[in-house]
């Protein structure tokens, strides 16, 4: 039923009175914090959820919030109850795991690649759903390789194919680096001029405007790059952008001046250019 209770006054989305279950009454009780918690709930629940305060703490811990006592806030660890909450949240994104995936013997791996989707959404102003704008609608998580790599070809597609892998962090990066090629795909800007017919746009893809130095040893062409190509350089970028100095640490050049590219990277990705 509508909320009787309006929990913050002061914030006009708090008169919404169906906010309170994100608009989805007939699915959700309460995953908005506006239910009394009980501080004596435990925090991790994986079993069936039977109070609110499990509710909501499987829909936050699965956006990265964490609750600090008094309410919930950005910042904590990246955690998928089930499979259920784990393709409802990357669906924000428009992201779906392909048929064949299991989660019964790869919740590891689909955990990892889950939480990569989320930290690159955490990166975006508009979030998931910015995200999902960027990769032209979606994307489609496949089992499978391109020569034994994981990747997003042909040019075009909105199908990343991804080797099996219990390295956890190795999966995190490796999700973002491939969406950025998907992004790459379905983006549009302006690349120059042509005066054929007088002077008309010419249009291209974000890896066609991009002038930064590679950032890793891929991204130049080594370190078993199977060819030094611009799109690599730009999906390295991103993925910089995304998980920081932590990234591929050992193989960042020095000379490079990162803070311009991820000031532009930001600009590109949040619409700002």
């Known amino acids: 039923q509508p909320d009787t209770i309006v929990p913050q006054p002061g914030n006009p989305g708090s008169l919404n009175r169906y906010s309170y ?3 989805n009454p007939l699915r959700y ?4 914090g506006h239910a009394p918690q009980n501080p004596g709930d435990p925090d991790d629940m994986p079993g069936e959820c039977t109070t609110q305060w499990c509710w909501q703490n499987r829909w936050y811990r699965a956006r990265g919030f964490s609750w600090h006592g008094s309410g919930w806030s950005a910042g904590g660890g990246i955690r998928f109850y089930d499979e259920g909450i784990l393709s409802e949240t990357v669906g924000e994104a428009g992201i779906t795991f392909a048929g064949g995936w299991d989660w019964k013997t790869q919740e590891a791996q689909m955990t990892a ?3 990569g989707i989320v930290m690159f959404g955490q990166k975006l102003s508009a979030g998931l759903s910015q995200l999902k704008n960027l990769l032209g609608g979606g994307a489609s998580i496949a089992q499978g390789s391109c020569f034994g790599r994981p ?3 042909p040019p075009g ?5 991804m080797p099996k892998s219990a390295d956890a962090t190795w999966n995190m990066q490796t999700i973002v680096h491939e969406l950025a090629h998907i992004i790459d795909w379905h983006s549009k800007i302006q690349i120059g001029t042509t005066v054929s017919f007088g002077e008309l746009p010419v249009y291209g893809h974000f ?4 002038a930064g130095e590679p950032l890793t040893m891929y991204a130049a062409g080594q370190d078993g790059a199977i060819f030094n190509h611009q799109w ?5 970028a991103v993925t910089v952008w995304v998980f920081g100095g932590s ?3 050992s193989e960042r050049p020095l000379h490079v001046d990162v803070g311009s590219q991820m000031v532009r990277i930001s600009e590109l990705l949040n619409g700002w250019r």
């Open 21 to 23: 279950v994100l608009n």
């Open 247 to 249: 990234y591929k640490a």
């Open 151 to 153: 990747c997003a070809l």
């Open 157 to 161: 597609t909105s199908t990343v194919r």
């Open 29 to 32: 009780r309460d995953p908005s």
């Open 207 to 210: 890896s066609d405007a991009w």
């Open 232 to 236: 690599e350089t730009w999906a390295e």
């Open 113 to 115: 690649i889950g939480q």
